[in-house]
C-alpha cells in the first residue's frame, strides 16, 4: 500500500539552516567540549532539560551541539502545547530526551518511557531524575512487540547506544533477553489524546501491531522513525493519516 500525500508542509520554523555561521559555531563548541571533556561524561542543557553525555556517542554529540532532533523536538513541543495530551508515549526512548523535554517543558504531565538495554535504561533513570521528573515520567524496561513473550536485545556500540536492537533467533550479536509486551496490555485508555515517539530499529509495524487498541479507541499524534513503509498498512486500517516528515521520522494522525 503506498504511502499518503503529504496534507500540510513541515512550518518554515523547523527548514533545516545549512549556514555557514551554524556550521562554524557547531565546529568551534564541539572542538572546546573535546578539549575540556575529551571521552568523560559531562551534562548539558538542550530544550530546557539536563542530559549527561558523551561525544563519543552519537546522539550524546549532538545534543551537546544543540542539534540533535532540533526540527523534531520543537514540532513535538509545538504539538503537545496546543492538543495537551493526556499520555506521553516515549517508544525507545534510550536516554530520555524526548520523554525529559516535554515533561519539563510542561508540556505533558504525564510519560511512559520504554527502554529495554540496561544500559540506556540507567541513564534514562538518571536523566528523570537529574531534571526532578520521577513523578511524571514513568520508566519500562522492556520492549513493545505484536504479542507477549521474550527477545533477544543487541547492545548498540559505544559509538551510537540508541542502535540497541531485538534479533530473531541465536543471533551472535545478541546480548541478553528481554521482555516483550503488547501496549494493548499495558495502557487502558480510552477517549484519550496521546502523543507518542517511536524509535526502535526497524521495529515499528510490531509495536503498532500491540497497540491497534490503543489507536482505535484515542486521538494520537505520532512521530515513527521509518526507513520502510512496513507499519504504513496498520496505520490506514486504524484511521490514521501521514502529515508530512522531517528526515527520517514521519508524523501521522488520526483523519477524523
Known amino acids: ?71 523534531q523536538l520543537s514540532l513535538m513541543l509545538e504539538e503537545a502545547r496546543r492538543e495537551k495530551p493526556d499520555l506521553f508515549l516515549d517508544i525507545g526512548a534510550n536516554f530520555g530526551l524526548y520523554a525529559c523535554i516535554l515533561a519539563r517543558n510542561g508540556a505533558v504531565a504525564h510519560a511512559i518511557a520504554f527502554e529495554p538495554d540496561r544500559r540506556n535504561e540507567a541513564q534514562l533513570r538518571a ?48 546480548s541478553y533477553t528481554v521482555p516483550v509486551r503488547r501496549l494493548d496490555d499495558l495502557v487502558a485508555l480510552t477517549g484519550a489524546r496521546i502523543l507518542a515517539k517511536i524509535d526502535v530499529e526497524g521495529r ?14 484515542n486521538r494520537c499524534f505520532l512521530q515513527i522513525e521509518a526507513f520502510s513503509d512496513s507499519h504504513v498498512a496498520i496505520l ?13 521520522d514521519q508524523f501521522w494522525s488520526r483523519r477524523d
Open 204 to 217: 515499528e509495524a510490531g509495536v503498532l501491531a500491540g497497540m491497534e487498541r490503543l489507536l482505535r479507541e
Open 1 to 71: 500500500m503506498s504511502v499518503p500525500q503529504k496534507t500540510f508542509s513541515i512550518p518554515r520554523s523547523h527548514a533545516r539552516s545549512h549556514s555557514w555561521a551554524r556550521r562554524q559555531w557547531g565546529a568551534l563548541r564541539k572542538r572546546w567540549l573535546r578539549l575540556r571533556y575529551g571521552d568523560a561524561e559531562f551534562v548539558v542543557e538542550y530544550f530546557g532539560a539536563r542530559f549527561a553525555c558523551r561525544l563519543a556517542d552519537g546522539v550524546g554529540k549532538g545534543v551537546a551541539l544543540n542539534t540533535y532532533d532540533h526540527r
Open 127 to 174: 536523566n528523570i531524575a537529574r531534571n526532578g521528573l520521577d513523578e511524571i515520567v514513568a520508566v519500562e524496561p522492556l520492549a513493545l512487540g505484536p504479542q507477549t513473550g521474550e527477545a533477544r536485545l543487541a547492545e548498540g556500540p559505544a559509538s551510537n547506544r540508541g542502535a540497541s536492537r531485538l534479533v530473531d533467533g541465536e543471533d551472535d550479536e545478541a
Open 236 to 248: 490506514e486500517a486504524c484511521g490514521y493519516m501521514r502529515l508530512g516528515a522531517i528526515a527520517n
